[in-house]
């Protein structure tokens, strides 16, 4: 069993930054493999961000030079740096290991 907690959601203005951290406990995971989700009202959740070794990072066009997955392995910890951030980045972001799913963080982007 897994167990994620998201961290890091809020209010910020159009441009600004924000960073997500994603804690995960439990036994049987590797922090190797890990997304970042995000669902917008109305909308399908999609894919953000993947940390994989090996294999690196990718990261969907619409987040391309502006966000940042990073992982620190001695804390049990992802990590999702967001910048110039816009409106339609507003959401609520899971992070996601395997099967299991955190209970998400909202990140809401003011213009």
């Known amino acids: 069993q897994v167990q994620l907690v998201e961290s890091g959601g809020g209010l910020v203005q159009a441009g600004g930054s924000l960073r997500l951290s994603c804690l995960a406990s439990g036994s049987g995971f590797s922090i190797n493999a890990m997304d970042w989700y995000r669902q917008a009202p109305g909308k399908q959740r999609e894919l953000v961000a993947t940390y994989i070794i090996p294999g690196g990072m990718y990261y969907a066009d619409s987040v391309k030079g502006r966000f940042t997955i990073s992982r620190d392995n001695a804390k049990n910890t992802v990590y999702l740096e967001m910048n110039s951030l816009k409106p339609e980045d507003t959401a609520v972001y899971y992070c996601?290991?395997?099967?299991?799913w955190g209970q998400g963080t909202q990140v809401t982007v003011s213009s």
């Open positions: 996601h290991i395997g099967v299991f």
